[in-house]
Structure formats: structure tokens, C-alpha cells
């Protein structure tokens, strides 16, 4: 089984603070993206990474950067915290082709910002 | 532009009652591919089909079962014989073979099966 797993389930953090969001696959999949999840929103891509060290814009990356400087590993970094960004942040990753291919999702992490 | 619509925002149904979840797509591309996927109260989005442009055969398993119409640019989804554990949200999605490797998620449809 794809196992998508993300460093924290709950994260509180305060305004301006710098904001860590892990990530890690343990299928060999040459994708990584991130999402965040809002009500009535569905679901909104921030950045995807189809190798290492390779990252491409999703429809909204403002705030947020990411890094992925080994295969299974991608993070997403809030550089300085907003309240706009309290949201549930999902993780997923893919093989190949990504289009393709289904994404095998990990179990989010809800992040508070206060 | 791609685009995918689901015009159910919440249903309820009572159990054992069938209930069919609406998928509308926008793409122009004539390759790709349209998903299900479950999120239940755990939040961890759980993929439940993949099916592609060029295969329009409607798919079964078990309770679940899946109607491609590429002529309304539809993929519904309807779970027979509804069980409390459906209750979920429901989202459909869409990629394409121009698009790189995104994909093109619906709203959701909240699904509440009411024992």
C-alpha cells in the first residue's frame, strides 16, 4: 500500500512565524504536491515537484514556498505566517506521468495561525 | 480551461436508499482522465476510480458504480443500497494530458446517510 504520511495531524502557530510542513512517500513516486483545503473551495493546488530539487507553481503559491531535496521527502514552507492561512494542508503523491495516474493523499494537517 | 463542477453541495439520504453524486467537466483536451475520491470524517482523501477519455464503459464494484458520458461531459457516481459509513464528502476530479501533472478538483458533495 502507497503510504502518504505528514508530520503533524494539528498545528497552532502565531502570526509571522516561520511554518514547516512535512512530508514523506514511501512508494518511489516521482510526484509531490501540496494542497489546502478550504470550505466550499475544494480542494486548491500550491505546488507540485515532479522530481528532486524540480518545483512548479499551483494556483496559489503566494506565502508559500516549497523544497524537495530527496525523492520521498517534500515540504512546504510558510515563510511568515498569516491568519489567511489557517486551513487543512494535504500532502499527496504520484507516479509517472502524473496526469495520468491517481494521487494517493495523506492524512492533512489542520493548521491554526493565530 | 479545465474545470469540474459539482452542483451538490450537501445531500442527505436515509439508509439503504441509493443516491447519485453529479460530475460535470470542462477540459479541451482530448486525453484524460477523471477520478473519485472519499474523504471521511478522518480527512485523509481515499481514491476511489480512475477512469480515462477513451474508455466509456461504466464501471461497477460492489455498491458503487460509476456512469461516463462523454456527450454531457458527466461522471456520476451512485452508491446503492446507501450504509451509514458512506457518509462523507465526495470529490471528483479531473487531469489532462496538456495540463502537466495537475489536477482539476471539484467543491465536493457532503454525503450524510442517516441511520
Known amino acids: 500500500d502507497v503510504k502518504v504520511t505528514q508530520s503533524s495531524r494539528y498545528l497552532v502557530k502565531r502570526t509571522g512565524e516561520k511554518v514547516f510542513l512535512e512530508c514523506v512517500q514511501d512508494m518511489d513516486h516521482e510526484n509531490m504536491f501540496w494542497y489546502r483545503q478550504d470550505p466550499g473551495l475544494g480542494l486548491r493546488l500550491i505546488y507540485f515537484?515532479?522530481?528532486?530539487?524540480?518545483?512548479e507553481k499551483g494556483d496559489i503559491p503566494e506565502g508559500y514556498s516549497v523544497s524537495r531535496e530527496k525523492k520521498e521527502r517534500f515540504s512546504l514552507i510558510l515563510e511568515s505566517a498569516s491568519t489567511s492561512q489557517t486551513s487543512m494542508y494535504l500532502c499527496?503523491?504520484?507516479?509517472?506521468?502524473?496526469?495520468?495516474?491517481?494521487?494517493?493523499f495523506g492524512p492533512g494537517t489542520r493548521l491554526t495561525v493565530t | 480551461a479545465q474545470k469540474v463542477t459539482q452542483a451538490q453541495t450537501e445531500i442527505s439520504v436515509v439508509e439503504k436508499e441509493d443516491v447519485t453524486l453529479d460530475c460535470v467537466y470542462e477540459?479541451?483536451?482530448?486525453?484524460?482522465?477523471l477520478f473519485w475520491y472519499k474523504q471521511p470524517p478522518s480527512g485523509e482523501l481515499v481514491f476511489l476510480i480512475r477512469r480515462n477519455s477513451f474508455d466509456e464503459q461504466n464501471e461497477i464494484s460492489g455498491r458503487y458504480s460509476w456512469n461516463f458520458q462523454k456527450s454531457t461531459s458527466s461522471f456520476n457516481f451512485t452508491i446503492t443500497a446507501s450504509q451509514v459509513v458512506d457518509s462523507a464528502v465526495y470529490f471528483c476530479a479531473l487531469s489532462g494530458a496538456n495540463t502537466g501533472n495537475q489536477f482539476y478538483f471539484g467543491t465536493g458533495t457532503s454525503l450524510t446517510v442517516i441511520p
Open positions: 477540459t479541451r483536451d482530448t486525453t484524460y482522465y
Open positions: 499527496a503523491s504520484s507516479q509517472g506521468e502524473g496526469f495520468a495516474y491517481e494521487q494517493y
Open positions: 515537484s515532479y522530481d528532486v530539487k524540480m518545483k
